[in-house]
Structure formats: structure tokens, C-alpha cells
């Protein structure tokens, strides 16, 4: 590709409102735009990080032997009716009516479309195992969409479901799943766990996530050193020990809404706090204290008297409350929450209590505590990805000792059992011409959240470092003063035909920059392989190369073969 013609919109600046690594990496690079909350174009660039996901994901399912389908994204109300999950979907589920008054959905899902599919298809045991892939897009809408293509509300996934005839098929098969798990993850250059799941409202026993280790990551991972064990919190039957503990603890006691004096909540807080503070319990279900929540109160702009329990809102289950969700159960005018930005003053059950670096809500601009945390040391683990941030106990199964590190669920891998063949009337004949009714298993994998992981591990300060198998580009040949050495511009030329004739993807900078945006250029990029092409080094027959990764450059050969060396 030359970019002559392929515009890169790439900027200096860190867009204010990205967060996190990868999400203003992917606006600087100009690999995506947002059009609006949760969704997000694909831009040139981008989109082939992406295809090259997708098709590692499909390379990888086709291998294992699942079969691809495409269905449709919209799909009708009356199958999600049949399994039961119409009213319990809540607003995450974009629902709407056609012309005719008859209810729809966007797929947040597919579970209940391939099995009305299969009830119509498969009669006999002899079509038996299958398992049906796609890869398609999905629309969740999020409580809070952030992150960029993290936690989207329109968003790409791969979602597979298989059907069997006894319990052991689908076990055999949800392992064959999760070693192609295991490849795709590998393949794409993730540091990956994969750990035991909550089912979630999926439903069905056995469950595992595959982890992208990041400190950005929203889920909380307890993993055994020296063992085995691994679980997400939500799932895991270890508890938190130590200052985790503590603070579990201090919670208990401060579990009733009302106000406590700024020395008690100081002191837990950790953070240096001045005027009364009011602190809040906001419960997930009647009697389960889910989330505190703490403001400072100063001068004489109190907050109304809000008993957070009480509040309609607050009762609502939800795990994090939205700016406005605050906003609506205190009461308070709105410049006053504006400043807060997210992670916002509620601290959630355990598995947030390491996110807490949170900012805590003051009634007056530019007072608000940032970085305040429960518990916990204040700075943050060094490294971005990768750290353990607390130590725990022994390892639920007496082999390690438990580690917690922050995770980015990048796939889930599920064994359903019954519950949608059963709900929807599903049945295949057996041998003895008896009716059974199918085990199933699903199996997702976030492909476009997938690209922004990857990202969180791999970058630097001059911006993305892509694994060779992901990259935009492979190569990227940087001519220097080409629209005056006739010599620089044949051989650039020539080595970007070669290159990209040998089946390597490369990018020709033919754009007359100068050498320091062009450099900086394939760097924000993330381009694995630069190769500059000049007078100078050509007087010696020379390329310089230089690795993504590596600190310096190096002088190569000026050939074909020197290049596929590297
Ligand atoms: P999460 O816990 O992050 O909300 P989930 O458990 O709801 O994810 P699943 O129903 O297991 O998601 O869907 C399969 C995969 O789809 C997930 O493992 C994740 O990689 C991806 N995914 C889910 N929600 C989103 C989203 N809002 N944006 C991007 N990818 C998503
Ligand atoms: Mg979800
Ligand atoms: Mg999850
Ligand atoms: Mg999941």
C-alpha cells in the first residue's frame, strides 16, 4: 500500500476524553472515530488489524472443525419469548417493533436463533455433534459504554454453539474449543490466563474466560503462583485477604448509610479528607451492600439529605453508578458532578476494591480527592500489565499461593447443559428412535475488544507495537528524499514490489515527509519492521532496518533476502 493514497490521520495530541492506552492510541493512529456513544467507524488502517483477528479466529474455529453461518442481527422477539430470557434481559437487549407491531431485538446473543435453527434442521442422533459458528456483530446497550472499542455498545464478536447427545460429547467438545482458544489467543500475541467464569445470564455449569492481562482491565483475577487454580473473582471461592480484607471489613462496619466523621472515613479512605463526609451504601438487591459510596461535604454547600439506600435509584441493582445516576440520587446541581470523571466515587464490591483509584465527589469545583483509594497502598504497580497487584492466601485447592491481577475478558467459553434446547423444545431421535433432548455448549470471543487488549500490552511511548501476525502493515519501507535521488526512489520502489510479491504486507511512505513524521509516523502505527532507504547507505549497498521493538537501528544488506532475514 502506498500511503500516498491510504490518508493516515494520525495526531500528536491524546484525545481527552480516551482513557486508557489503547483507546487514544486508536484515535491518534486514526484506526478508529467514534460516530457515537459505544460505536465506532473502522477506518482503513484499522479495519485490517481487524480482519487479521477475525481471520485467525475463523482459521482457528474452521480447524477445529465448527462450521460458519452468518445470521442475521435482528431477530425476533417470539424466540427470546420461547426461552424465557425476553423479561430478564433488562436494558442491555436494544429492543423495537417493524411496521407490523411485532417485537424485535439487536443480537446482544445468538443462542436462541441457532437453536430454532437446529430444532428445524437436525432430527437424528446421526447429525450429531455440530457445532455452528459466526462471526458477526453484536449491540449491547451498555450501562456504560467506555474504553473505546473495550466496552462497546455496537461491537464484533465470534460466537460459536454446539449440540450433542450426552453430557461427555459436550465435554469433549468445550475442551477442543478451549484448545482453539488457546491458539487464537496465542496467535494474536496476547499474554493470556484462562480462568474458571460466572455463567453470567448465559446460564449453564461449567464456565471459563479467557483473560488479556492489563492493569485497565475491569475484571479482577485471583490465580494461584506455583499451582493451577484460577477463577475471576466473581467466581472464585478464595477471599481477599489481608488489606483487602481490611477493608472488606471496614466496609462491614461502615455499611449503614449516614454520616461519619472525616477522621473515621480519612483513615479508611487513606486520603486526607476535610469537612464531614456523607457516605452512602448502595445495595445490588434487598440487604446486599454492593457499593459505598463517599462525599465530601464542605462549606456551606450541603448535599441533600439522600438515604442511598432508599432511593429508588440506588435500590435498582446496578454495579457502578453513571455520573448521572449520582447526580439523580444526591440530588446535586449538575456542574457539580461534571468534574468527576469515571472511575466515579462508588466503590464496588471486592472484585473493585483494586480498581479504586477513584475520584471522590466534593461540592465544590476543582475539590474533588483524586486517586483515592480503599485500602491499599496509593501508587499503582509499575508495570502496565502483568503485575500481581495484592498477594492472598493458599490456593483454594492447596497447590500456590493466590495472586490477584486485573483482567480483560477477551473470550468465554460456556457448557449450557439443556437450558435453551429444553426451553425451546429442542429434540434429535437417539439409536432407539427415543426423542433426547440436546446438550449445548457456546463459545464467544470478543473480536474487535480482542484488538484494543492486544494493545494495552503492546505499546510504547512512540505509540502501538503490533505482533507480526496482527500488524497493519509488516513492513514499512521509508524512502529518504525520494522526489530527488532517482537511486533512493528505484530501490525503494523495488523492494516494496518484491516484499509485498513474496506475500509480505508492506507499506511504501511515498508521501515526500519528512524523516522524522515519517518515523514517527510507522511508529504511532505500530509497523513490526521499518526498513529507511537512502543515498547515503545505498553508496554502500546498505538498508538500515530497524525493529518495532528494538532500541537501535542496524545496517542490512540492501536485498529482498536480507529483509525476510529480519
Ligand atoms: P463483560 O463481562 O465484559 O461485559 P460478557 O461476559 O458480558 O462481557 P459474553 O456474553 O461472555 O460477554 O460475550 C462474549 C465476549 O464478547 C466477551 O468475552 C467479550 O470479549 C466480548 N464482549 C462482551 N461485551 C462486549 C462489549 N460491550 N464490547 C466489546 N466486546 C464485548
Ligand atoms: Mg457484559
Ligand atoms: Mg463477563
Ligand atoms: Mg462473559
Known sequence: MRLSRFPLATTKETPSDAEIISHQLMLRAGFIRKLGAGLYTWLPIGLRVLKKVENIVREEMDRAGALEVLMPTIQPGELWKESGRWDVMGYEMLRFKDRHKNDFCYAPTAEEVITFHVRQDIRSYRQLPINYYQIQTKFRDERRPRFGLMRGREFLMKDAYSFHMDAEDLSREYYNMREAYIRVFTRVGAAF?????????????????????????????AVAEGGTYAANVEAAECKPTGKRAAASAALEKVSTPGQKTCDQVSKFLNVPLTGKVKLLVVHAAEGQPHALIGIALRGDHQLNEVKASKHPKVKSPFKMATPEE????????????????????????????????FVCGANENDHHLKG?????????????????????????DGVGVIKFYRGIEGGHVFQLGKKYSKAMNLTVLDEKGQAVTPEMGCYGIGVSRLVAAVLEQSNDAGGMIWPDAIAPFRVIVCPIGMDKSEAVKAAA??????????????????????????????????????????DKSLATAQFEYKSRKAEKAEMIPASLEAVLEK
Not at 484462562?194 to 445470564?201: E, I, Q, T
Not at 483515592?372 to 483454594?396: K, Q
Open 193 to 221: 490466563r484462562a480462568v474458571k467464569a460466572d455463567s453470567g445470564n448465559i446460564g449453564g455449569a461449567l464456565s471459563e474466560e479467557f483473560h488479556i492481562l492489563a492493569n485497565s482491565g475491569e475484571d479482577l483475577l
Open 326 to 357: 449520582v447526580q439523580a440520587a444526591f440530588g446535586c446541581e449538575t456542574g457539580y458532578l461534571g468534574p468527576i470523571k469515571c472511575p466515579i466515587p462508588v466503590i464496588a464490591d471486592h472484585a473493585a476494591f483494586e480498581v479504586a483509584d
Open 372 to 396: 483515592a483509594n480503599w485500602g491499599r497502598d496509593a501508587e499503582e504497580p509499575e508495570t502496565a500489565d502483568l503485575r500481581a497487584i495484592v498477594e492472598g492466601d493458599a490456593s483454594p
Open 493 to 534: 520502489e523495488k523492494l516494496y514490489a518484491d516484499l509485498n510479491a513474496a506475500g509480505i504486507e508492506t507499506a511504501l511512505d511515498d508521501r515526500g515527509a519528512r524523516p522524522g513524521s515519517m518515523f514517527a509516523d510507522a511508529d504511532l502505527i505500530g509497523i513490526p519492521h521499518r526498513v529507511v532507504i537512502g
